[in-house]
């Protein structure tokens, strides 16, 4: 059974209908992304799983739990954690604070330090600048922080939208690998990307997006082998 | 592209001079500054108004020359000083001269034969060549000023600005000093007069702070150093004793300055009150409210219908009793209005909350509710607390023993009869609320305020509920102001719904502003700032709202960040980007 099922998904904005009867799974320890152009719906949909969002139809089932019953900021009780669009980072509160935010969810101290140690070793650069407002930090910085404060909470699921943003390819590189640590060391990730060729080259399986349905899925190697996928997504004729 | 000249640039500073002397005139300021001396018989405050803007064009006059010339050159920028000395004054004279061919008082109230008589020393037309000669010495005086140097400046403008505070404040000093008996009031009569300084309280001020300021600049780093030197023992004891003498002041200062002063400073702590429970939906949350005297006027209310003996009383229990009830209220009409307005965001929040803050008010005042609130005769007869007993939660009657006394006999002769008794009571809920916003501030709720402020989406994906969060910034803001209301009610004795302007909680917004948005020092700064000063200054009141918006606009462009702000908002401000840390 798998950790994370979304089924048969409709989700509007007002009379907007953006998710068209989306379904994905999500297997436990797997890296599973998300592919697809602008307004596609790949953001409505972590929004939707992340509870932000709430679809006029379907289910969205969790470790054998009806997910959609919980408000938004229970799901992260849950274990799902999500690394928002843009990163919305506290620009305001310095990163330690940003930090302690992420771990809002989370009572056992000894646990908070671990997750802030962990957070700590993953990017060393947040220890040099953790007195430092995240506002004034670089953008890769700040998806550190935002990378680090969704981790905070001990989560089993990571939603990570659009990482890559703004970023230059050395720290794209930097993300992705980090990524990729994140996921050996247990936690499982739904992985939305415009940049599909760095997303397909770490995950195990993909889907691809369009105007708010899923219209292919596979294997992520194979898929970045699909001719319509070459061509709509990797830039290759 | 070739530099303008100087003497051109010079005339354009002078005419703008001029202009504002102009508008300094006609809005009637120089005419009723002139009522006050800044040192008697010498200048009066009106003259000094028109004569520092003669100064300050002959300065601005002279600064630009400096830069237009690429340097000081003595005859240049006294030249230029005196030029715009000169039109300054001449648009002045050219006023004059208007106003004695045209009435033009039909338009300009202000216009008055006596601004002429003051603008022409009583001469008609014929001082007019007096009034320019004037202008042209104040501007040279202005330029020469640019010309000194730094050393010099400095100690100069402190014993300026000592000068015009201690003129400004100089009744305030003086009725202080005259209190305390027959020494000090011989000294007070020295030093200050009914309007302004005497000539020696003017020289002993001016000199006192020139040697204070040429004393401080050349020992000031040497005796920083020392203190920065002293070891960490020291420095504590020194900071309790700094301490100690901020407390003691304050405890005696009700008895030695008098129930003006004492009231005066209740009503900042009422403000302070009110900017902490603000400083909570706004500065923490992020949750702009408009309508914040709402809850003000509730808690006052309270308190009120509790414990008044006039006709709109429901009980007659005791203010402490009360107050916890009226900050319940408070806290209740907190929810009231929160709940509707909690998915409103933004610009649409502030108008939502606007509305709230009428709609009370214009209730409490209204026919319909007369019956039960006074309406515009308002609720009278609030009864002032006593100390000594915490009365019973009955109905007391009279005649009602007070502290040993009966109330209604010598009604201002128990302890918290009189400002200088609610005083402390103001001073000590400021301290207490003070304190609570701080520890606020520091925990878990607190953050997820911050939170919200900085992202309610990604905040409530963390783990925040937002209803509740910020349905508690609504209800902790209300309970905040509802205690100065409450306060405020047995400071009056009687509450109006006419002093539940819009303005108050205009008022609030703009100390938080001027204090420092989110900092609780701020709120303190920015209430003794704006609030304190112009109750201290009524003489000049009615001009305080030109002076608070022109103070306002000052502060936007040199100090967006407040005067003490929370140490985010200054970092933010100020760009530093700088790693530190890292220990």
Known sequence: MPLLQVENIHTYYGNIHALKGLSLHIEQGEIVTLIGGNGAGKTTTLRTISGLLKPREGSITYDGKDLLKYPAHEVVYKGISMVPEGRGIFARLTVTENLEMGSYSRNDKNEIQRNMDRAFTLFPRLKERRTQLAGTLSGGEQQMVAMGRALMASPRVLLLDEPSMGLAPVLVELIFDTIQQINKEGVTILLVEQNALMALSIANRGYVLQTGEIV?????EKLKNDPTVQKAYLGIE | MKKENFLLSATKTGLVGGAIAIFLCLIGMVEIFNKRDVIQGIVTLGQFVWLATAVGAGYTAS?????????????????????????????????????????LRAIFINASPALYELLTFGKGLAGLPQLLIIGIISG??????????????????????????????????????????????????????????????????????????????????????????MPSKGKLSLRILVFLIIAVIALGLPQVSGPFIAQVIVIISLYILMGLGLNITLGFAGLLDLGFVAFFA?????????????????????????????????????????????????????????????????????????????????????QKPCLGVLEPFIKLDTPRICDGIEIGQGAADHFLAGPGGIYYLAIISALLIAFVAWRLRESRLGRAWMAIREDEDVAEALGVNLIQTKLLAYILGAAFAGLGGAIFSVLIGSIFASSMQLLVSINVVALLVVGGMGSIPGVIVGAIALIGLPELLREVSEFRYLIYGTVLIVMMLAKPEGLWPSQATKRELHHETSAQGGD
């Not at chain 2, 209310?301 to 009793?321: A, N, R």
């Open chain 2, 140 to 229: 040279i005086v202005g330029a020469t000023f640019t010309l000194l140097p730094k050393a010099v400046q400095r100690p100069l403008l402190h014993a300026l600005m000592m000068l015009i505070f201690m003129a400004l404040f100089s009744g305030i000093f003086r009725v202080v000093m005259i209190n305390q008996g027959n020494k000090w009031e011989t000294l007070a009569k020295s030093i200050f007069s009914q309007t302004g300084l005497t000539q020696l309280g003017g020289w002993i001020f001016i000199l006192g702070t020139i040697a204070i300021s040429v004393f401080w600049s050349n020992r000031g780093e040497a005796v920083k150093a020392s203190m920065a030197r």
């Open chain 2, 63 to 103: 600064q630009q020359t400096s830069h237009l010339l690429n340097g000081k050159k003595p005859a240049q920028n006294l030249t230029a000083g005196a030029l715009a000395g000169f039109f300054s004054a001449a648009l002045t004279a050219f006023l004059v001269w208007l106003g004695s061919q045209t009435d």
């Open chain 2, 298 to 382: 509730v808690g006052a209310y309270t308190v009120g219908l509790l414990t008044s003996y006039g006709p709109f009383g429901l009980q007659h229990i005791s203010f402490w009793v009360a107050v916890p009830i009226a900050v319940l209220v408070s806290m209740a009409f907190g929810a009231f209005l929160g709940l509707p307005v909690l998915g409103v965001r933004g610009d649409y929040l502030a108008i939502a909350t606007l509305g709230f803050g009428e709609i009370i008010r214009l209730l409490a005042g209204s026919d319909f509710l007369a019956g039960y609130f006074g309406g515009p005769q308002g609720v009278i007869g609030i």
């Open chain 1, 216 to 220: 292919l899925t596979d294997k992520a």
